[in-house]
């Protein structure tokens, strides 16, 4: 398997469909209704007949594999005769049906499907498929390819719940013989909703004025406080990070520093905001293609430049530019889709109707950004560091753009005027270094050009002499760089250049001594390249140039200040410098090129014209002005010019270097089409994934929150609303929020949290006894209130805001708190961690700075994920290194002490008080008897063990007492209520 291949998206896990199956015993149907072995009163595609098929047959009947001619994906396929002239499907004639046939064969051999690929199908599943066929074999789309409609409220036996949510759940609950379970206690609740909106506990005045507060509105009132917060968009924040897989650092083997925090503040800023979701959505994925686009638009479409950067030496630029294109498109899928769809890069999905070709035209959208995997990660925005900044720069910026284009725009028709040029031919080509030049005819035009020969060495400097024939006046020069193979370069780009210096010089051999040209213009074919010609004018590693790679061919025009006289038998020598390498000192040189001159008066005429003058003017104080607005300096996401984007090809088997036919960009047909006249670009797709047409982006938004709240999603696999994912435990209640949440609540996500977090559902107590345990084990049926573990970044917030040392500063460069020693040892560079002084070394978790190869280690141990990739989901693990954290690191430590330091203050006069006192600020309830007594027992033992000649134990406390009281706040923050919601 190429190494761009990722065998997590190729590999669908047979897991999955055991557990496909084995979710209909938690998924309400029709059939749940019936007697036990008794036919439907009508087959349903999607409820019965697609397990069977998702479980028996699409392995080798499927989109990656049709044996016999036969997919059983697609419907007309499915219909369709196989390789043998028979069809296995007949609608409403079950003799007919092949398929039938061979299911229920009594030979082993002749049955399907055979032995070795799985188990015969049951005797019920064979009734259901003849029943099936016999009725028309009616084709349903998968259920969530269907867009969400506001469903009816269920008629329900009791009378219980606040909200239609509730209705949902009490119907599954009656159907199943169960009842809701009591509401939580107030304390019990207010932890639970206030770490689940804002990430923090409630502090002791508001749990004191929570529990006082009798009126009805009570709990509504603690919501909208909490949805006020502006602590509510850094918890939120948290979630999307590990979406955008946000990293400080580039990724891959060296990891170097990034600067995209940008990103993060803005995200943190349109939760707050409550941006609308189909906005927030849009803005991320093609903010910097909105007509007018603000500063912060263009900042939110930094979410597609969290990929990674492979900076390592001996790289090819152009796979690793082609991976973050792939990771582009399969997050889009994951984040914003719910599918996996990464799975069609090989072949067609294995089990959903996408097929392998979709893929790539989905591909084809993203493939036309500026990005190039370069080590210095351009194109790169000027993010004003004062907000305040913000709407000014964007103008300039603006303005400078709009000037560049202006000044290209009067130089372009002379440049592209194939009358203004003559062809010169090279007399002579020399090279430094390893380089060797030959010189040959070019068959379609006059003169000649040169290629590079043999070993291509890092820093060439080219001389050439030029034949200028009858031209007798040098008005301007053109240089032209073409791949050494077009048709190639198209589907694989060559090496690129940077002319990082030209010089030119009139020789008249024998006569006079060579006289340097002096230019004053140059430009190229793009309005505002990210290698800027003029570069080539001053000895600098800038200059014209295409880096890394190559596709097309490229021009570039320089115009001296004043026309240049060139006597008979002169001859012009050119000088380029080429002092740029790709990463691992590859070359970077015009490997072809051929050149032109013009004599026109016009290129004279146009510097000396007053406008021209003015417009350059313009454009000097703009960048002046612009230049000094303090900003920083973060990855973006930028467009190609039309004439520049890329052409994308299918990738046979997967292999970026295998390429097939050229496919245009496009979605998949299954979903709604996209009108347009012109070519799909993201701005298009954007907008698509937020029609409320869409079937699958509300339904997904809205999973991921109750999946945040509850622990679990209605739709368990919050990556996978395909037919290899689990079905919804609630698909009645998910299709409702989904489409209420689109409509009545107009994408509102605050709106969507008040609702779930004020049903009955979410105000259950957490307790299950023993018979609903054992029966629900994950509360899939939603008969109690979630009671989960904190996530990594609340674990750490908690125990600041316990310690009294929490900071609440907002915003800015990520920063470096305590951590164990030796931890981060950055390769290739002397980075380190320095940490952090002041109250940055007690921001919350979110400003916390990320390095992909070595993630804050804390977090790690309580399942952050290193954010390489997209994570959907962190799955909640327990193991003995997580008490080894929260009692022995030293952020920990310090928040133990700080803690301390409040028991001996706030917690009254004895030792016991002061136990009781800390047990309740750190669970949010009056702690019992056996808690404090317990904790007693262990001040006493820690009081009688102090030892001030112990360093250790010196290090902890000054004194017996506040040693003690150490021990003890250690303990109570490393308790199993300290550490769920």
Known sequence: MHRLLNPRICIVSAVLLVALVASHLLTPSRAAEEPAGAAPRQVSFNEHIRPIFAKHCVACHGGVKQASGISLIYRDKALAEGDSGMRAIVPGDVEESYLVERIADPDPDYRMPPAEHGSALSDREISLVKQWVAEGAKWEEHWSFVPPRPQELPTTRAKWGNNRIDSFVLARLEAEGLAPSPAAEKSEWLRRVTFDLVGVPPTAQQHDAFLADDSPEAYERVVERLLASPKFGERWAAMWLDLARYSDTMGFEKDPHRDIWPYRD???????????????????????????????????????????????????????????????????????????????????????????????????????????????????????????????????????????????????PLAEDSNQWKSLSIEHALSTGETKLKVRDDPNRAGNEYVTQGTVTAGSVFTIDLVPGDVQRLTAIRIDSLPMDLEKALRNPEAGFAVTRLRAWVVTPGKTPPREVSFYLAMCDEADPILDPAGSLKDNNDGWGVYPKLDRPRWAV???????????????????????????????????????????????????????????????????????????????????????????????????????????????????????????????????????????TARVLVNRFWEQLFGTGIVETVGDFGTSGILPSHPQLLDDLAARFQHEMSWSTKQLLREIVLSATYRQSSQAGAELAKLDPRNRLLARGPRLRLTAEMVRDQALMLSGRASDKMFGPSVMPPQPDGIWRSVYSGAQWVTAKGEDRYRRAIYTYWKRTSPYPSMMTFDAPSREVCSVRRIATNTPLQPLVTMNDPVFVECAQGFAERMAAEGGSTPR???????????????????????????????QSFDAANEEMAALGSTPESYALTIV??????LDDVITR
């Open 969 to 974: 706040a250690s303990a109570v923050m490393n």
């Open 558 to 696: 320089f115009v001296p200040s004043q026309p240049v006289e060139l006597p008979e038998d002169a001859r012009i020598r050119l000088q380029l410098k080429q002092n740029r390498s790709a990463t691992g000192m590859i070359a970077q040189v015009m490997n072809r090129g051929r050149f032109a001159v013009s004599d026109s008066q016009a290129w004279t005429n146009l510097l000396a014209d007053p406008e021209y003058r003015q417009l350059e003017d313009k454009l000097a104080a703009a960048e002046r002005e612009r230049a000094a607005i303090a900003s920083v300096s973060m990855p973006a996401i930028e467009e190609q010019a039309q004439q520049s984007h890329r052409h994308t090809y299918l990738f046979e088997r997967g292999n970026w270097l295998s390429k097939g036919d050229e496919v245009q960009p496009g979605v998949p047909a299954v979903f709604p089409a996209i009108e347009t006249d012109e070519a799909v670009d993201r701005l298009d797709v954007a907008r698509w994934f937020a029609s409320t047409e869409h079937p699958l």
């Open 266 to 412: 803005w995200l943190i800023r349109a939760l707050n905001d409550d941006m609308p979701y189909n906005q927030f959505l849009i803005k991320q994925l093609a903010g910097d293609l909105l007509p007018e686009a603000t500063m912060d638009d263009r900042v939110a479409a930094a979410f597609h430049r969290n990929t990674q950067t492979n900076t390592e030496g001996g790289t090819d630029d152009e796979e690793f530019r082609t991976a973050a294109v792939l990771d582009r498109v399969n997050t889009t899928w994951q984040v914003f889709g719910g599918l996996t769809f990464g799975c069609t890069q090989c072949h067609s999905h294995p089990y959903d109707p996408i097929e392998n070709q979709e893929y790539y035209q989905f591909v084809a959208v993203f493939n036309t950004t500026r990005d190039w995997d370069r080590d210095e990660e351009t194109p790169r925005l000027r993010v004003p560091k004062n907000q305040e900044d913000w709407e000014q720069a964007n103008e300039l910026d603006r303005r400078i753009s709009q000037l560049k284009q202006q000044l290209h725009a009067a130089g372009l």
């Open 913 to 943: 008080e002061q136990i009781a006192w800390a047990l309740e600020q750190a669970t949010g309830d009056a702690p019992r008897a056996a808690a404090v007594t317990a904790m007693t027992a262990l001040y006493d033992d820690a009081l």
